[in-house]
């Protein structure tokens, strides 16, 4: 677990003290994604920054797994939290492999067990090991290359995960695509992630929680469906954006609201249907396209085991954080 | 063709000079990579003192090197040096210290800030930065300061022929004061000759010492 505790951070400027920093406490659980929004300069990156210590807190407690940070040697600390950064910042002197075997090394392994390390993380990342590993980073696409900082974040297998915008500079398709495979990699490893964005769309198919910033200070923090359903307050609402519902039903799962049972109708044969998993905003599609008011679940051998109802799906959203 | 039958029979003092005048340039210019690149590291930690540093690497510059040999020759007589080999390298040295110095302190500070955040961030101490990360990056940069440097020295060790060092600038000055036009071509032809082969085997160096991923400056196809 992450505690941070009235973290504060002054910088001290030409007009005098400016907290970048400004109190801020919150806590992460083992294995849970939190990530810290907000417009640029709000201090969600300075906020990231203090808990791996690049910038040393004015104030405050930071503790990992009951361990206060301030006790414990930064060079020592930062070998056990995996970092990711925006411009990636893969070494051009090295390649794939050593780029990925960096902590290992600095933590003593040996070149093979390094070697075997990088092979094995770029195949869990999709990346044929065969082709990448005596690669440079200049013979990287952008999203190739943001996989490889990823996995060299990984590659010491460290409990806790810090991420700077790190799907910033990739197209909105690769993003999407390595977001995906981000979540799946998180659905077995359970990191702890702490992950910078300012992008409400990342935040919410990312975060189990959303910690939003505003001149320093922590606004809200609370799960995405219930920032979404229940805003703090004016800023929250509008960052969140006016279409914040819409936004929710890409949350919420069918089989959440979802009325077991076979004996709905038998439109399963030829009409439109959906499965426990997809997310609401297929049913709300289907609903608009079809101009229906329930459509039939089926489970993947194409059994019908239920059904769900446009006046379940108002009540859900009526309803709030679950 | 007289100057051609001088070279052909001279060949061997040629060869001589040529080893003289190598010895001073690269006793020289490996005391002055010695100081001058962990002086170009250190000063990248305060903007005021690399100023400092810089500017006062400037000015050495613009002293005439005969004018700095003088002023050697009363200070090293006092150990009976007052001219030949020593004068000669310190000399040297302290011209090859600008352009090493300057070019380590570019190198290194020019490294992207995201590889510097990113090595700390990842658990390197600031020595295993700079060894891992910061040096290697710099290295090219480094050893285009130590070409330029090389190829100053070759004239300053060419001057040096007048406080009897010897080297190649002794046929630069026999001439001269003998009127003899065959020594004055058959130096200058072997300082130019000695300069381009410097600096083309030392550009070859720097190619070869360029990280593989790193933005090609022209180096390779």
């Known amino acids: 677990m992450i505690r941070l505790d009235a973290l504060t951070k002054v910088y001290p400027t030409a007009n005098g003290a400016v907290a970048a920093v400004d109190r801020v406490s919150l806590e992460v659980a083992d294995g849970e994604t939190c990530v810290l929004l907000g417009p640029s300069g709000c201090g969600k990156t300075t906020t990231l920054r203090m808990i791996n210590r690049l910038v040393v807190p004015t104030s405050g407690k930071i503790t990992i797994g009951g361990r206060d940070t301030d006790a414990v040697d930064p060079v020592e600390l930062r070998r056990t939290i995996g970092y990711v950064i925006q411009q990636i910042g893969l070494f051009p002197n090295m390649t794939v492999a050593e780029n990925i075997g960096v902590v290992p090394r600095l933590l003593g392994w040996t070149a093979e067990r390094r070697r075997r390390r990088a092979e094995e993380l770029l195949a869990m990342l999709a990346l044929d090991p065969a082709q990448f590993l005596d690669r440079y980073p200049n013979e990287l696409s952008g999203g190739q290359a943001q996989r490889i900082g990823v996995a060299r974040a990984l590659a010491a297998d460290p409990p806790v995960l810090l991420m700077d915008e790190p799907f910033g500079a990739l197209d909105p398709v690769n993003r999407e695509v390595i977001q995906d495979q981000f979540l799946r990699m998180q659905r077995t490893l359970r990191k702890t992630v702490l992950f910078v964005s300012h992008d409400i769309d990342e935040a919410v198919k990312m975060a189990d929680r959303i910690a939003i910033f505003r001149a320093g200070r922590l606004v809200q923090f609370a799960a995405p469906d219930t920032m979404l359903a229940h805003p703090a307050d004016d800023f929250v609402a509008s960052f969140v954006g006016t279409d914040r519902t819409l936004k929710r039903l890409r949350l919420i799962r069918v089989r959440e609201i979802m009325l077991p049972g076979v004996a709905c109708d038998a439109r399963a044969g030829g009409g439109p249907t959906v499965t426990p998993d997809d997310d609401l905003r297929r049913v709300a599609t289907l609903f608009l396209e079809h101009d229906l008011d329930t459509l039939p679940c089926v489970d993947p051998d194409g059994n019908v085991v239920g059904r769900v109802t446009r006046a379940d799906v108002a009540a859900r959203l009526a309803t709030g954080a679950a | ?221």
């Open chain 2, 1 to 221: 063709m007289e100057t051609l039958t001088f070279i052909l029979h001279n060949l061997p003092a040629i060869g001589e000079r040529t080893l003289e005048h190598v010895s001073i340039v690269g006793v020289a210019v490996g005391i002055a990579i010695l100081t001058g690149v962990p002086l170009g590291i250190a000063i990248t930690q305060s903007q005021r003192v690399a100023d400092t540093v810089l500017y006062l690497g400037s000015i050495v510059m613009t002293i005439p090197s005969i004018a700095l040999f003088g002023v050697l020759i009363p200070i090293l007589s006092k150990i009976g040096q007052g001219i030949g080999w020593l004068p000669a390298v310190i000399a040297a040295m302290v011209y090859a210290q600008l352009p090493i110095i300057r070019n380590t302190y570019t190198a290194i500070r020019n490294v992207d800030p995201a590889l510097r955040s990113a090595a700390t961030g990842m658990g390197m101490s600031a020595p295993q930065r700079l060894a891992r990360v910061e040096i290697p990056i710099a290295l090219p940069v480094i050893i285009a300061g130590i070409r330029i440097a090389v190829v100053i020295n070759i004239g300053v060790t060419a001057i040096a022929a007048y406080i009897g060092a010897g080297g190649l600038g002794t046929f630069i000055s026999r001439g001269i004061s003998q009127t003899d036009i065959r020594q004055l071509i058959t130096g200058a032809l072997a300082l130019g000759l000695l300069a381009i082969a410097c600096d083309y085997s030392l550009l070859w160096l720097q190619r070869r010492l360029t990280p593989k991923g790193a933005p090609k400056r022209g180096s390779r196809p």
